[in-house]
């Protein structure tokens, strides 16, 4: 893993992603390495080399300090093209100085992750008065997020950090996606209970989204896993319709189950 310092000349930049209105990227790079990252093409980086090094920008929290006193009130999305908590985070800490200086003027707060690491920052995010923590979760199956999120925290350290968070009464919701095509329409009601037994919000749902390149890296994590590589080529290349299904029966589980649903797809 290559780790470098950096400078950067801003921290605040607008987003166009709904109900954010800032977004904040203390890391440029993510170590976590998920195979199915939209990030490469949206930042145009070589998906060879991503999930290989960090920028770590170590004048962030200066940086935005001084922004902070000329912006708007909005909210502020942490982070949109990386994991504000991934590993790096528990040496350098920016996310949460950034988080220190965006709590002197209280602005809104959007925190979306895959590590267990966030519940480290309870004592901040009680101080905000808007606040809410958003964990993805693509399976609750663990050896198949080491195949393709090997530096993610476990499925059962997420649940629990959502646990920590709602027993301080900290708003929460799970981005439940891009959901595994291995995950059957049987296993749909469970897995909603076990979001709903974390008393989240509201749960996000999407579909794998197969942007240039991002199929034939998913099958280099996969291939030697001959069940997960033949369901999921199945799912996304003959039956075309499974996701179609997928969704109609979480929409009908939600209103079921009185949890509100929120299609990405």
């Known amino acids: 893993m290559e780790i470098t310092e950096i400078n950067c000349k801003t921290a605040l930049s607008p987003s166009r992603l709904p109900g954010l209105k800032y977004s904040l990227n203390p890391y440029n790079g993510c170590q976590h390495n998920c195979a199915y990252c939209y990030v490469p093409n949206v930042l145009k980086i070589n998906r060879n080399h991503w ?15 001084k922004e902070l006193k000329n912006k708007k009130p909005g909210v502020v999305g942490i982070s949109t093209v990386t994991d504000p908590y991934q590993p790096v985070e528990k040496k350098y800490r920016l996310t949460r100085y950034c988080l220190e200086q965006l ?3 209280d602005f809104p707060i959007s925190i979306q992750t895959k590590s267990s690491l966030v519940s480290r920052d309870i004592d901040l995010f009680k101080k905000f008065s808007d606040i809410e923590i958003i964990f993805s979760i693509s399976t609750l199956n663990d050896f198949e997020r080491q195949k393709l999120e090997p530096a993610s925290s476990p499925i059962k350290d997420r649940l629990d950090s959502l646990k ?27 897995i909603i209970d076990i979001f709903i037994d974390n008393k989240v919000n509201n749960i996000w749902i ?13 099958k280099k994590n996969i291939q030697n ?8 080529y199945k799912k996304f290349f003959i039956e075309k319709n499974y ?15 009185n949890i509100k649903i929120v299609d990405a797809f």
Do not use: A, C, H, Q
Not at 225 to 232: A, Q, R, V
């Open 51 to 65: 999930g290989n090094f960090v920028k770590v920008k170590k004048n962030i929290p200066l940086v935005l300090s």
């Open 103 to 105: 709590l002197k003027f």
């Open 206 to 218: 999407d579909r794998f989204n197969l942007k240039p390149g991002i199929w034939n890296n998913i």
């Open 164 to 190: 920590k968070l709602n027993e301080e009464k900290i708003k929460t919701n799970v981005f439940f996606g891009p959901i595994y095509p291995t995950i059957s329409i049987e296993d749909v009601s469970f």
């Open 243 to 257: 996701y179609e299904k997928l969704r109609d029966y979480l929409l009908k589980i939600g209103y079921e189950k």
């Open 225 to 232: 896993d001959n069940i997960m590589y033949s369901t999921f």
